[in-house]
């Protein structure tokens, strides 16, 4: 049987440049490195709509995905890290916290 490891990650206060394209894509980037993965497709990045204003970022890797989120009104990312193998859970929330973060950012992370 495959076992599945999936972290969500809800980032509260984010710096004011959140919906970059290049940043976003960065940021797959070395969630992939820190979970020691690869990616095989992408990373992508479309923007938002007028009734919620970001983007979304997303990557296939080697053994899954990770997406990303992001409302620039709110100033809110969602990041989902989904593996068929185990990966740091709290690097890549600190990671979320260094590239995201502002004084007032909070991260709320559930494995699920």
């Given at each position: 049987?495959?076992?599945?490891?999936?972290?969500?990650?809800?980032?509260?206060?984010?710096?004011?440049?959140?919906?970059?394209?290049?940043?976003?894509?960065?940021?797959?980037?070395?969630?992939?490195?820190?979970?020691?993965?690869?990616?095989?497709?992408?990373?992508?990045v479309?923007?938002?709509?007028?009734?919620?204003?970001?983007?979304?970022?997303?990557?296939?890797?080697?053994?899954?995905h990770v997406?990303?989120?992001?409302?620039?009104?709110?100033?809110?990312?969602?990041?989902?890290?989904?593996?068929?193998?185990?990966?740091?859970?709290?690097?890549?929330?600190?990671?979320?916290?260094?590239?995201?973060?502002?004084?007032?950012?909070?991260?709320?992370?559930?494995?699920?």
């Amino acid at each position: 049987m495959i076992k599945r490891f999936q972290s969500l990650y809800d980032v509260e206060s984010c710096d004011g440049n959140i919906d970059n394209p290049e940043k976003l894509k960065k940021l797959i980037r070395e969630i992939v490195e820190t979970i020691g993965m690869r990616v095989v497709v992408g990373p992508f990045v479309a923007n938002g709509n007028p009734v919620a204003p970001g983007a979304t970022a997303i990557a296939i890797i080697d053994l899954s995905h990770v997406s990303i989120h992001v409302f620039t009104k709110s100033g809110q990312a969602f990041v989902d890290v989904f593996s068929i193998k185990e990966f740091d859970h709290e690097a890549v929330e600190n990671l979320l916290k260094r590239t995201l973060g502002t004084a007032k950012t909070i991260v709320r992370h559930r494995r699920v």
